[in-house]
């Protein structure tokens, strides 16, 4: 019986360990490729290649992340006034109950695109939120649903001041060139994809023709004299 135990325990080990190679001849051993380890890429070689990635693609960096540029997402952030998810989710409950997908939907549309968090970012801030004793939860139409507690809208309105308004922030001051351009770019940038979607083939070539005519407009404008 001892015997059988040993020998299962040994066959057991040659299966699960790939350091028990038959050997060749010649005094080779087998190489799996399966198992050929490779180094993991640092955040920094991402960060890199996404990088190269959007200068081949002429994207610049003050389009920022929302047009594919790599960089800071706003909804991950927990501090600053452009990506306080937790101020964001308060003044919103402040004026109705709303899900996860709903604040995230909302705070998108306030700040015009500029700012979508992720519910990585959403769903933690009112699992903290209901752990405070500012939120609680219930079922609507099956849908985990967040509203105030009478303390949650005492905390809103003794420090709305404080809470500010996270989605003007997001977006940028008016009038600022930056944010006018993204905003048009954006638009643009929709409407082509639209037509590739659903166009036919006569108007995504006209839609390609667009955007090449658009780039060499850019080019006259910086080479028009004062």
């Given amino acids: ?38 180094r993991p890429r640092r955040p920094e070689d991402r960060l890199r290649s996404r990088l190269d990635d959007a200068r081949n693609l002429g994207w610049d960096p003050s389009l920022g992340p929302a047009f594919g540029y790599p960089g800071r997402r706003r909804g991950r ?3 600053g006034r452009g990506g306080d998810v937790r101020a964001a989710a308060l003044l919103i409950l402040s004026e109705h109950a709303a899900h996860g997908y709903q604040l995230i939907q909302e705070i ?9 968090p992720s519910p990585g970012s959403i769903y933690p801030v009112l699992q903290q939120l209901e752990d405070e004793g500012l939120v609680e939860f219930e079922r609507v139409d099956g849908r ?11 905390y809103v309105e003794e420090n709305r001041e404080q809470l500010g308004s ?14 006018e351009a993204g ?9 082509w994809r639209q037509v590739m979607h659903t166009g036919t083939p006569e108007q995504q070539a006209k ?10 407009a850019m ?8």
């Fill in 219 to 226: 080019y006259r404008i910086l080479a028009e004299e004062d």
């Fill in 166 to 179: 996270p989605w003007d922030d997001a977006r940028g001051p008016e009038g600022d060139p930056g944010r």
């Fill in 1 to 38: 019986m001892i015997e059988k135990n040993i020998c299962r325990l040994s066959c057991r080990r040659y299966v699960s360990d790939i350091s028990f190679t038959y050997r060749l001849e010649g005094g080779c051993l087998v190489r799996n490729p399966d198992f050929t380890s490779h």
């Fill in 207 to 216: 839609a390609t023709a667009t955007l090449e005519d658009a780039r060499k």
């Fill in 183 to 191: 905003a048009a770019l954006k638009g643009f940038v929709l409407a």
């Fill in 108 to 116: 998108g549309e306030r700040s015009e695109g500029a700012w979508t």
């Fill in 77 to 79: 952030r927990r501090g």
């Fill in 144 to 154: 985990k649903t967040a509203t105030l507690t009478t303390d949650g809208r005492e």
